[in-house]
């Protein structure tokens, strides 16, 4: 019988959550990196004192059975008793040779001699030293056999006491035999390095506590832009793009910090538009629904004049709700990085199809006031469309005997491009306000249908291309608005164009 299928384990959280921050990471590895050097450091010198302690024995044993030799021989050949230092006579048996070689030696550390006569220890070293090889017998047993042979004998020896690193020197008098043994205690070499690297190891430790605490206080400080990110987007919400982080230092820290509050600044020119473009929508369409809703509700069906007559109505309404929807659209669209397509444009060629493009609007004089002989970068779809609706604006806001000019020229190197017209005018007050969404002059409702998004497209078609609109009017004599261009332009930054 299949069993029902369990749920997943949820994942289980660490008990210390810190472990597995960036910061404790990154003070790990530093401590770890630390650490082997410390170590690999510690044994590296550890074993070239151990074997420079191994060289340095053999080099006195070396010296003592260079010295014995010169003691015992003199400077002859054939080896000669040599002279008694004391007497300033031939030395005459092993014993007395031994003694005075003895009495001679100045010991090191760690270092022990005996003297061995007929096979027995007749010598030993003074009380005040303290390396006593007379005390083992493993030790004393190994070297007596050695003492009867003919030549110099080295070599190693480990017991429970100590380890020894040993020379055992031989003498021969025509009626007496000896040796003289000199030996090292390298486990007590040995546990002089091994107490100055204990030292050293306490010392690494307390390096690799000092390096901790202040990579810690370092990371932290390092890391802090990083926390105050997450902070502000853990504040962050839907209705409040406002925080911003303080930026300080010019590290790739603080460049990150910029590129967050330069990120910001786009969310929430995004989500401000979101909700302008929702407020205007619902308020700018609310009146003509309010209006079909009415006329239908009214309607008397049975009179055929009354529906034509809101049918007209309902179709005249229904197509101002798309060309505002077209207009709100174009707006939505400037708030992004490809609103315009630059490109080399012939300006006077732009200025002679725009003309003819405007004389379709409405039957008026047309007039040419100048033509600009220059090529320039910039969208001439983009740009044809805000001087035709500066040219539908003037048609709208002037009489229908007057003129309306357009014209293009180069000033203060910069591509001004206009319509002029003899109309109502546009007041100072008022000059802001008709850039604006929605926004529209005082005489407007009066004049001219519309939602008052014409110069507001205008304006972010111009200020995407990096230019600004410029308004010369007087009232009740009429206008001049130039669409002011760079001639070579660099689209403006997202966060720019609102």
Known sequence: MPSATQPSPSPRRSRFPWLRTVRARVIAAVLALTALALTIAGFTAYSLETAKAGLRVEGYLERAVDEFRVLACGQSADCTPGVDPTTGRPFANADDLIRVAMQRQVLAANEGELGIIGGKITWMAPDGVTFRPEHDPDFVNTVLPLSELDHVTRGRLTTPMADYS??????????????????????????????????????????????????????????QPIRLLRTA?????????????????????????RTVNAMLDRLNAAMGSQRQLLDDVGHELRTPVTIVRGHLELMDAADADDVRATRALALDELDRMGRLVDDLLTLAKAERSDFIQPQPTDIGRLTDETLEKARGLAPRRWLLDDLADVEASLDPQRVTQAWLQLASNAVKYSPAETPIALGSAV????????VRDQGVGISPDERDIVLARFG???????????????????DKIVTAHGGRVDIESVVGRGSTIALILPLQPTPTPLEAVQ
Do not use: C, K
Request: glycine residues 10%.
């Open 166 to 223: 040993y020379a055992v020197i031989p003498v021969r008098f025509p009626n007496e035999r000896g040796a003289l043994v000199q030996t090292f205690d390298m486990r007590a070499e040995h546990d002089l390095l091994r107490a100055t690297y204990g030292t050293y190891a306490l010392v690494a430790l307390g390096s690799l506590a000092t390096v901790g605490f202040l990579i810690w206080l370092l990371v932290g400080r390092l890391l």
């Open 411 to 418: 000033r203060r190197g910069e591509l001004w491009l206009w």
């Open 233 to 257: 987007a853990e504040d962050i919400t839907e209705h409040d793009l406002s925080r911003r982080i303080a930026v300080h230092g010019n590290d790739d820290l603080s460049a990150l910090t």
């Open 440 to 458: 529209r002059g005082a005489d407007a409702p009066l004049r001219a249908d519309g939602a008052g998004l014409g110069l507001a497209i205008v």
